[in-house]
């Protein structure tokens, strides 16, 4: 048979109860176990293993103790069994029950707490961030619409500004170029009729400066509308 004599924290001595509740500040714990054979005690071989910290069996040997680490917040169950010199487990385990009292900031609910508001703090920053991104789409959009009107209002006075003067050419044209039409007109007439020398002359000198005013003329509104 095999049986759990004492667990020793934080260097005291205690009777193992059927669970046994370990402060925060646990920094350790030894167990001390024993087994009985009557034929062969020194031979007595054992294992062991905690519930919730090791994955298997642990070989003791002969050793009559096992020893552990802080363990983290939780439940566990420490089991050991023992052989006898033919190697034939107990069928019988000594067992109990172990509660790993922690920090407060050990709690489960701590960590939930801190990962929801690390979470929320993200989202957070993320909506200001997308917040700032829209109001800088919007100063945007408004700066180019803005500058879309000023354009469209320079391309509406460029464009009044444009027919004003065509409207100006075309009245000085007619202003000026039906004047010089019939002082041609009258210099043509004149040369038909019956004129000395010197009127056919002057007739002559009259409608060559009228052409050429007109001539020039014409070369000015060219240019004023290529403008």
């Known amino acids: 048979t095999v049986h759990i004599e004492r667990v020793l924290v ?17 920094q350790g714990l030894a167990i001390e176990y024993t087994g009985l054979s009557f034929s062969a005690p020194g031979q007595v071989r054992f294992q062991y293993r905690m519930d919730g910290f090791d994955d298997q069996w642990i070989p003791a040997d002969d050793r009559r103790m096992a020893h552990y680490p802080r363990l983290g917040p939780g439940r566990y169950r420490f089991r050991v069994m023992a052989a006898n010199a033919t190697g034939t487990w107990s ?69 009044a500004s444009t027919r004003a003067r065509s409207e100006f050419l075309e009245s000085m044209s007619h202003e000026i170029r039906n004047p010089l039409n019939g002082i041609i007109g009258l210099v043509a007439m004149l040369r038909e009729a019956p004129l000395d020398a010197q009127e056919r002359e002057l007739a002559q000198s009259l409608g060559a400066c009228a052409k050429g005013l007109a001539r020039v003329f014409d070369e000015v509104l060219n240019f004023a509308r290529l403008e």
Request: charged letters at 25%; proline letters at 6%; a neutral charge.
């Open 10 to 26: 934080n260097g005291g001595r205690h009777v193992p109860p059927s669970e046994l509740v370990l402060p925060p500040d646990t």
């Open 91 to 159: 069928e019988h385990e000594a067992a109990f029950a172990i509660v790993q009292r922690g920090y407060f900031y050990e709690q489960p609910w701590v960590w939930w707490l801190a990962g929801l508001t690390v979470l929320g703090g993200g989202i957070g920053a993320y909506r200001w961030r997308m917040a700032a991104h829209e109001r800088e789409r919007r100063r945007l959009e408004a700066g180019i619409a803005a500058r879309t009107r000023e354009l469209q209002i320079a391309k509406e006075q460029a464009e």
